[in-house]
Structures are given as C-alpha cells and as structure tokens.
C-alpha cells in the first residue's frame, strides 16, 4: 500500500480564495511525523509545514495550515488567500517513528493559481 | 547562508560519461539524503547516510555510488551514463534519525540531462 496519497494530480484557485489539498496517509505506528513541501516552477523544494502525530493542536505557518484528521489518516493542506506565487507542486510526506530515517512522499499536486 | 547546496547545477552530458554531483550541508545535521525526481515529477528515495554510514540503499543501478568523506558532505557518482538517467536528482539533509519530528531539507536540485 502507498505510504502517502495524493489524488489530485492538479488543482486550480481563484486569486484571494482558500484551497485544500488531500494527503492520506498509511501507517500503523503511532508515532510519525507528517510534512508538506512546495516545489515552485524554479525547481526548489521548500518545506511548508509540520504536523506530529501526537500534536493536540492543528499545525498554522502564516497562511498554511494543516487539516489534521487523525481517524482518518488525513493531512490535507489548507492554502488560505491565495496568491499568484502559490502556484507550484505541493508534495506530502511522511516519516514514522523514532528511528525511522525514510520520508514517504505522495506523487504530488500541481495548483494553478487563476488571476 | 545557503543550507544545502549542490554543484552543478546543471550538467549536460553524452551517454557513457562518468560524472559527479557534490552535495554540502552547513546545518550540522548527521543525516543526508539523494533523491531522484523524474519528468513526471515523482520523488524515489536513493541513498542515505547518517554521519557517514550508509543506512538507505534503495534499489538503484549500481553505476550509482554515494561517497560521504564526512557527515556534510554526500556526492553522488554515475558511471556510463543513460538517457534514462536524465532528472533532476536533489540532496536533502535532516538532524538524524531518531525522531520523527525532524524536518528534511532540500538542496536546489542537480538537472542532468544525458544526451
């Protein structure tokens, strides 16, 4: 089974509005760490945001947050007022336990932010 | 003050070239990482090391070999270079590899293309 679902291979958003993107997730230790990262046209990869899974409270980074819906192995990213720079690929990723060393990514999804 | 950078940039280069990519991290972490990502942007975990020894070993051809002379550096060799080899393969680092909580952080990204 896959680590990390993404099933949005592309998303579109009006300029100023608020998007989500789905993350899924499969595990079975109790312990994991769940990441989302940015990989604008330029090609870097920026890290976004973080989520443990024993963290009471939603993750917020500015105008990222992160949907933590622990019942239901889910980590959808939530991009409010969207601008044009958000455009780009969002890629989830997981890493489980305390001595795991492997990040899980999913296969990513491209946002089109629409003027 | 770059985090994680990666030489060259890009590399162009004919089949059956033998060529290196350097990797070097400033932020005292002990884990490094290579990744390939390919055109339809999808991330494959290749190698990682944890200061010095080789703790990820996925299944790639064995022209590629890591090298990492100390915990800030991990460079990558490919021998008889393919066009299947052409991607853009990123060097990551993260503190270690004992808690899921720890971030992983890209370098800019190596685009090869092999021609």
């Known amino acids: ?115 | 003050d770059t985090a994680v950078s990666q030489t060259p940039k890009y590399l162009v280069t004919q089949m059956g070239n033998d060529k290196s990519i350097k990797c070097e991290q400033n932020l005292g972490h002990d884990t490094m990482y290579w990744y390939k990502q390919d055109s339809k942007k999808f991330l494959k975990i290749m190698f990682s090391y944890n200061n010095k020894e080789l703790i990820i070993n996925e299944t790639v051809p064995n022209r590629f070999s890591p090298k990492s002379p100390d915990k800030a550096h991990l460079n990558l060799h490919i021998n008889s270079l393919e066009l299947g080899d052409s991607a853009v393969y990123f060097c990551a680092s993260s503190q270690g590899r004992t808690s899921f909580v720890e971030t992983q952080y890209f370098g800019p990204g190596t685009r090869l293309l092999v021609l």
């Open chain 1, 1 to 115: 089974a896959q680590k990390i679902t993404q099933t949005q291979p592309g998303m579109f958003v009006q300029e100023k509005e608020a998007v989500t993107l789905d993350c899924t997730y499969d595990t079975s230790d109790p312990s994991y760490g769940l990441f989302w990262y940015k990989q604008p046209s330029s090609g870097e990869m920026i890290f976004l945001i973080y989520q443990g899974s024993y963290d009471q409270q939603n993750a917020t980074e500015g105008r990222y947050s992160l949907n933590f819906q622990k019942a239901r192995k889910s980590a959808n990213l939530v991009i409010s007022a969207s601008q044009l720079g958000d455009s780009a690929m969002y890629f989830c990723a997981m890493r489980e336990g305390w001595t795991g060393n492997q990040f899980y990514f999913g296969t990513g999804t491209s946002l089109t932010v629409i003027p």
